[in-house]
């Protein structure tokens, strides 16, 4: 087993290294107030087609580090680039329209629209693909077809989680960010988040994920992150962190031993 490391800008294996650098964050720093930074000197690096965990204990700044990526979070230093190109602090709209999609842990979904407008609201910009995507998307989420005229108010909290993640596909990203897919779920639904967490990577979107599930976030993903106090305290295999002792005593406590 390769002990995980404090991760550097040039983080990961020869294998992933032959592969396509897609998001890169490099030395970021970033907060929500004037001198307050939330995220000092963090780093992060997603290779074409990975699933990226992001773990850590509350307030370590995970979601900070997805809201920077997608430029909901103000980056003070460093920078982020998406194939290259540097991305840093650019617009939202700008993000989606670079084939970057963004599913928020909470107040994801419009209640008072129904399923199918929600989705259609996701490809607002692309219009004339509405009937190409919407097949993409139920095709994932089988269930959704079948309920396209149900407001999404009415939904569970898993239910609304397939809506946000849906309509984030709808503009055919390459890039996935999701915030806690698994949070306020039942166990069992929750292993329904992480399927289809697995069958989005799957068809081809590199995905990054914040989890407040460590041990299962780190037992489906290629790669993962421990990040501590805002910065990233491990790098390594999702296996290799769930194994690790010094992780698992500092970080999983006894979900590392199950």
Do not use: W
């Amino acid at each position: 087993m390769t002990t995980p490391t404090k991760s550097s800008t040039d983080a990961g294996s020869a294998a992933v290294d032959d592969r396509k650098l897609v998001v890169h964050v490099d030395k970021v720093t970033a907060g929500y107030l004037p001198g307050i930074d939330i995220l000092t000197d963090c780093s992060l690096t997603a290779y074409d087609g990975e699933l990226i965990g992001i773990i850590g204990p509350n307030g370590a700044g995970k979601s900070t580090l997805l809201k920077s990526i997608f430029g909901l979070v103000k980056v003070r230093q460093g920078t982020i680039s998406l194939y290259g190109d540097e991305i840093t602090n650019l617009k939202a709209n700008k993000l989606v329209s670079k084939g970057v999609g963004f599913v928020p842990q909470t107040n994801n979904v419009f209640p008072t629209l129904t399923i199918r407008e929600n989705l259609e609201m996701g490809i607002f910009q692309k219009p004339k693909e509405l009937d190409h995507r919407l097949e993409f998307v139920v095709d994932i989420f089988p269930e959704l077809g079948k309920r396209l005229g149900q407001r999404a108010g009415s939904l569970s909290g898993g239910e609304r989680q397939m809506v946000a993640m849906s309509r984030a596909l709808m503009m055919s990203p390459e890039v996935i960010l999701l915030d806690e897919p698994s949070a306020g779920l039942s166990p069992v639904r929750q292993d329904e988040a992480f399927l289809r967490v697995k069958e989005i990577n799957k068809a081809g979107v590199t995905t990054i994920m914040v989890e407040q599930n460590a041990r299962r976030c780190l037992q489906i993903c290629d790669r993962g992150y421990v990040l501590d106090q805002g910065t990233d305290a491990y790098e390594g295999a999702g296996r290799d962190l769930l194994n690790d002792p010094k992780v698992i005593g500092l970080y999983l406590g006894t979900l590392g031993q199950e």
